[in-house]
């Protein structure tokens, strides 16, 4: 099923954000893993290194919050 990903980040990895949650997509196959699924807010930026992944959620009027996760495969922290 095609999906509108916006905000985009690519590194070595590639991770997207849409209305469903945040998502990694394989480069290989182009198939989206979720790692977060309808959780509240609108997420407007995304940002990751070797280990971790990271984006900020638009709350509403003057609220932001910050969310990281592990990425998979990543090994230990």
Same mark, same amino acid.
């Given at each position: 099923?095609?999906?509108? $990903?916006?905000?985009?980040?690519?590194?070595?990895?590639?991770?997207? #954000? $849409?209305?469903? &949650?945040?998502?990694?997509?394989?480069?290989?196959?182009?198939?989206?893993?979720?790692?977060?699924?309808?959780?509240? /807010?609108?997420?407007?930026?995304?940002? #990751?290194?070797?280990?971790?992944? #990271?984006?900020?959620?638009?709350?509403?009027?003057?609220?932001?919050?910050?969310?990281?996760?592990?990425?998979? /495969?990543? &090994?230990?922290?």
């Amino acid at each position: 099923m095609p999906r509108i $990903c916006s905000p985009i980040y690519v590194s070595s990895r590639i991770f997207c #954000a $849409c209305v469903e &949650g945040l998502f990694e997509v394989a480069k290989d196959t182009h198939t989206p893993t979720v790692l977060v699924h309808d959780r509240p /807010g609108t997420i407007t930026n995304i940002s #990751a290194n070797s280990k971790r992944v #990271a984006w900020i959620v638009d709350l509403g009027q003057d609220q932001l919050a910050v969310d990281t996760l592990p990425i998979p /495969g990543a &090994g230990a922290q």
